[in-house]
């Protein structure tokens, strides 16, 4: 039991950074992510890089991994998605290209990176247990990060002029513009924000699980999961749905087999849907 | 019997009573204005009648028959046909194709014969084909049939909105704000085009803000503030009601026409 | 440009009215399929067996194609392979049906399972409805994975029929079920109906507005698109003579629809031109071999940003750089 409820938060954390940045980029730009797993395996294989193939410390891992997926966030928006918002055109368009800029980068990744599942050693040994659980110092050290960046994360876009800017244009794009704001430098900004969170998220996890070019697809269709269940661009929805996914799959895998975990999830969220389609704290359209 | 009744009609959204307990009736080849300031829940009445809405309680009939619970569709096939605020059309169609396909309701063959091509759907074709062309004519629109939706100016859009109702072969037509952001004289050729519609034996309802067009277009008037009704009349005896006055008073954008 | 579009709209519409030009583009496509790929890769069965697979998949994508008409963006034609292709396998192997038979029982059984689930999901639009049916391709791949037991839910040694033997019979088999899809998406998307889906897709409370059922009418977008995945998946499990859960991932519910896509949304040519194009272009990038992969990559985004409409709006692009611009 405790061992669930330390499980859960550590996913949920964990969890929060990836769902965090998706809503952002959502919000902001009015784009559904579809390479926000291959920015957060990008993470994670660029903190492999540094640490197992150059040698340096993990934290320098970490913000080049930051940095690297920041710009590779804001040259997609720059590059790809500030030009086809800019035409009009049918609005799947924005969709399928962020699904093409996926299949792009898990190719680029597959060709630097190779196949192979890619791991770090943890950063600290040891174990702690707390009751009948145990609780390794590496998750430990996770899961304070991601709660602290997450902190972080809701401090800028509440109290900075720039994170305000952020979800004004969330709210209302016209508007803001109206009011002065410069849409393209705060769009750019978000999306390299919110793609710099997959980028963290995947850089903390490879020291936990591992890394694989692969892995873009999963962890993109958990980031959907997160947001259907908490409602698409709105920031405590992206937090709840967090909580949700990351203690759904604790329990699920002391439960039951592997892949009969996510059945249930995937069945669950389904049938939720239908009863709540905007999420827990998404606006209902129309 | 009254041609289209509205009773009793509520609306509530989680606490706010955006529509409370509105009745009246509107009579065959009439025209009736719903009027009144902004937020009073003209819109939400429009979108109840119209079953867009559901209602938290009350209902609508047409010609006796409960339109409340059934589905949109069901109702403009019954003949209560709702027209959009602003501009609501099928931007990346022409003109001609808009109103081509807003003639849906008057088709004889089924859709699984307009797929074979049965003789019945080429008649069809081309009977809405030469209906669409008469009613875009009718309404002043016959010289941009062939212009995408999304290059006309605001004025040709709202008559192509007004196009796409005609086209469904309404009994009611409900019209939402027809005549906002119009000037003198494009607002005395919209009230010729209501005020000919109705003579196709059409019955209109309109919500408007534009008290110099309503006063001179309705045969009676419903004015609503808050949710409530709070006068029903011809144009004389609402411009002379205190209440009306009242709702209206303090209001830059609103004054009542003389 | 008004004077311009003028000109182009008129036809647009006749050509609702007129099937002499949707003819001509399925005559053309009938002598490439029928007349030029068995005579260029006559007798060579690797190359068959790849146009064999580029017919299939444009037969799935087609039917993804239909739900792009009402304006959702479905991932989920993965699932419906998934069902059809394990229809069939375990028709074939289990009760020994004759492919025949098994072929249309998946179409039904695809359709039916898209009719109940399409009811309530088709509520949800936008990103809801893709990352929904995203999740549904996901749904099925581990539904097969936990209720078939051996080979790790696998099927093997699917039997095909001796009709089917060869590469160039099941090329012909593949081509003649595109081109007859072809046909009937091609008759729909230009009937009543087609613009009843385009009227939805541009909006639909006005499309209610006017009297159109659209519950019924997405259902029926939904459920032929599950149909045609469903027939696709029932082929390519006799093609390949197994069935594997991850024979249809998320990766392949969305390729669908990156065909879709690039040969052009507003064609219904378009699928096939993307399956045919995607699948050609990877195939020939194979002989620069570790390059192959990152080279496509970048020459689908390369499309998608300088010809956003799709590869069959080219011919649309020149005219109008012709003529001097926009």
């Known amino acids: 039991m405790e061992q669930v409820i330390i499980n859960g938060a550590i996913l949920s954390a964990n969890y929060a950074l990836i769902a965090l940045g998706i809503t952002l980029i959502f919000g902001i730009m009015n784009v559904l992510n579809f390479a926000h797993g291959q920015l957060f395996m990008i993470g994670g294989l660029v903190v492999y890089w540094i640490s197992a193939v150059v040698g340096l410390p993990y934290g320098v891992g970490v913000a080049a991994a930051t940095l690297s997926v920041g710009l590779i966030g804001m040259a997609m928006e720059r590059g790809l998605f500030a030009r086809v918002m800019a035409e009009a055109g049918r609005e799947e368009n924005a969709m399928l290209l962020a699904v093409g800029t996926a299949f792009l980068l898990e190719n680029a990744a597959l060709y630097l990176f190779g196949e192979k599942q890619r791991g770090i050693p943890p950063m600290v040994q040891g174990v702690y247990r707390l009751g009948a659980a145990f609780l390794p110092a590496n998750r430990l050290v996770v899961f304070l990060i991601s709660v602290a960046l997450v902190i972080a994360v809701l401090v800028f876009v509440h109290f900075t002029r720039t994170g305000r800017a952020m ?22 900004l978000g999306f390299g924000l919110g793609a710099a969170l997959a980028g963290i998220a995947g850089a903390l996890l490879i020291s936990v699980t591992g890394v694989n070019a692969g892995v873009g697809a999963a962890i993109s269709t958990k980031a959907f999961i997160m947001i259907m269940i908490g409602g698409a661009g709105v920031i405590g929805g992206a937090l709840l749905g967090a909580l949700a996914l990351g203690f759904a799959e604790a329990v699920g895998y002391a439960l039951f087999p592997g892949s009969v975990t996510y059945l249930i999830i995937f069945v669950a969220l389904i049938v939720f849907l239908l009863v709540r389609p905007q999420g827990i704290m998404g606006r209902p359209w129309g | 019997m009254s041609f289209l009744a509205v ?24 025209i009736l204005s ?10 939400t009445v429009f979108k109840l009648i119209a079953s867009f809405l559901r209602p938290t309680a009350g209902r609508v009939l047409l010609e006796g028959a409960v339109m409340s619970g059934r589905r949109p569709h069901e109702v403009a096939r019954a003949g209560i046909v709702r027209t959009f605020q602003e501009t609501t059309v099928f931007k990346e169609m022409t003109a001609l194709q808009n109103v081509v396909v807003a003639h849906q309701l008057g088709l004889a063959a089924t859709a699984f014969g307009a797929y074979l091509g049965t003789p019945a759907a080429r008649a069809d074709a081309r009977e809405a084909l030469e209906s669409a062309a008469e009613i875009l004519d009718y309404l002043g629109l016959g010289h941009i049939r062939d212009e995408k939706a999304r290059n006309l100016p605001q004025g040709h859009l709202r008559a192509l909105g007004i196009a796409i109702g005609l086209s469904a072969r309404p ?25 000919g519609i109705r003579r196709r034996g059409i019955t209109i309802l309109l919500v408007e803000h534009d008290m110099r067009a309503v006063m001179r277009i309705s045969d009676r008037i419903v004015v609503m503030n808050f949710g409530s009704r709070i006068a029903e009349g011809t144009p004389a005896e609402i411009r002379a009601n205190p209440a009306v006055i009242e709702a209206y008073l303090g209001r830059d954008d609103e004054t009542i026409g003389s | 440009m008004a004077r311009h579009l003028a000109a182009a709209s008129a036809p647009e519409l006749a050509r609702a009215f007129d099937s002499r030009r949707g003819a001509f583009a399925l005559l053309l496509l009938a002598l490439l399929l029928y007349g030029l790929v068995p005579a260029v890769f006559a007798g060579r069965a690797y190359w068959l067996n790849v146009m064999t697979n ?11 194609w239909v739900t792009f008409a009402i304006g959702r963006v479905n991932i989920g034609q993965g699932a419906f392979a998934l069902i059809g292709g394990y229809t069939t396998a375990l028709l074939a192997t289990v009760l020994h049906w004759p492919f025949w038979l098994c072929l249309p029982v998946s179409a039904v059984v695809a359709g039916g399972v898209g009719f109940l689930i399409g009811w309530p999901l088709l509520r949800l639009r936008g990103i809801y409805f893709a990352m ?15 209720t078939i037991r051996d080979n790790g839910g696998g099927v093997l040694n699917i039997p095909r029929p001796p009709e089917l033997a060869t590469p160039l019979a099941f090329y012909l088999f593949a081509a003649t079920l595109l081109l007859l899809g072809c046909a009937g998406v091609w008759r729909l998307a230009n009937s009543r109906i087609g613009w009843v889906f385009r009227s939805m897709r541009e909006n639909e409370e006005l ?27 029932g082929c390519f499990a006799l093609l390949q003579q197994n069935i594997y859960p991850a024979t249809y991932t998320i990766a392949d519910s969305i390729n669908f629809l990156l065909y879709c896509f690039l040969g052009g949304l507003e064609f219904v040519l378009g699928p096939i031109v993307g399956a045919f194009g995607l699948v050609l272009t990877f195939e020939l990038l194979r002989s620069i071999q570790e390059f192959q992969a990152l080279l496509y990559g970048v020459l689908m985004i390369v499309v998608m940003l300088f010809l956003p409409n799709g590869l069959l709006s080219l011919g649309a692009v020149l005219r109008r750089g012709r003529g001097g611009g926009r």
């Open chain 1, 167 to 188: 979800r004004a244009l969330a709210q209302d794009r016209t508007a803001t513009t109206l009011m002065g704001v410069d849409a393209g430098r705060i769009s750019m």
């Open chain 2, 34 to 43: 719903l009027i009144g300031p902004n937020g009073a829940g003209k819109s």
């Open chain 3, 54 to 64: 580029a017919a299939l998949l444009s037969f799935a994508s087609l039917g993804v």
């Open chain 3, 132 to 146: 929904v049916t995203l999740s549904l391709t996901e749904a099925t791949r581990l539904f097969f994975l936990n």
């Open chain 2, 171 to 195: 009994r009611v037509l409900l019209l939402d704000e027809p005549f906002a952001g119009m000037n003198l004289e494009e607002t005395d050729r919209a009230v010729a085009m209501v005020e």
């Open chain 2, 7 to 30: 009773e009793s009609l509520t609306r509530r959204f989680g606490g706010l009573t955006a529509v409370n307990d509105i009745s009246f009736s509107v009579e065959r080849d009439e």
């Open chain 3, 207 to 233: 499309a209610m507005s006017i009297g159109i059922d659209i519950t019924r009418y997405r259902i029926l977008a939904f459920v032929i698109c599950s149909a045609m995945g469903g027939v696709t998946g």
